[in-house]
Nanobody, 121 residues
Framework: QRQLVESGGGSVQPGGSLRLSCAASGFNLDYYSIGWFRQAPGKEREGVSCIRSSHGSTYSAISTKGRFTISRDNAKNTVNLQMNSLKPEDTAVYYC??????????????WGKGTLVTVSS
């Protein structure tokens, strides 16, 4: 059974950093495009960043570009999201998703249950 589990969420002050990880069981993330998404209270889920399985090209939302970095750790079968210069508006539940075809946004096939990130002073 394919499962994704996010970790690394927590509370941080504005300007701080967190590193989220997406770990897979039951399948090899090397062959999948992996996306990070977030959903703030009362808002729709939105894409944050995505890394493709082929070529390793990455995509980032305008709101997070230059602050968030997505990367693979193939040895650990994980995909990480390094988040720097965090702002209160980054507060949300963060989800990772995997898809064999590509970065397909909310249509990606496999989803984790999310990890909460709270940015507050």
């Amino acid at each position: 059974q394919r499962q994704l589990v996010e970790s690394g969420g927590g509370s941080v002050q504005p300007g701080g950093s967190l590193r989220l990880s997406c770990a897979a069981s039951g399948f090899n993330l090397d062959y999948y495009s992996i996306g990070w998404f977030r959903q703030a209270p009362g808002k729709e889920r939105e894409g944050v960043s995505c890394i493709r399985s082929s070529h390793g090209s990455t995509y980032s939302a305008i709101s997070t570009k230059g602050r968030f970095t997505i990367s693979r750790d193939n040895a650990k079968n994980t995909v990480n999201l390094q988040m720097n210069s965090l702002k209160p508006e980054d507060t949300a539940v963060y989800y990772c998703a995997a898809d064999y075809t590509g970065c397909r946004g909310l249509d990606m096939d496999y989803w984790g249950k999310g990890t909460l990130v709270t940015v507050s002073s």
